[in-house]
């Protein structure tokens, strides 16, 4: 399963200034999010 929504990147804003970069608003498809915050948090809790 694709976690990023590629319509939104090519119709992403980019720039180069100061540095090359790109600002995609809903970059990750939102039937992932959940998951993607449970996987975080459980990264985080076994780091420490």
Do not use: C, W
Request: net charge negative; charged share 25%; glycine share 2%.
């Amino acid at each position: 399963m694709s976690l990023i929504n590629l319509s939104a990147v090519q119709n992403a804003q980019h720039s180069q200034e100061p540095y090359d970069h790109l600002l995609a608003s809903g970059f990750l498809k939102e039937e992932v999010i959940e998951e993607l915050r449970r996987d975080f948090l459980k990264s985080i809790s076994l780091a420490t």
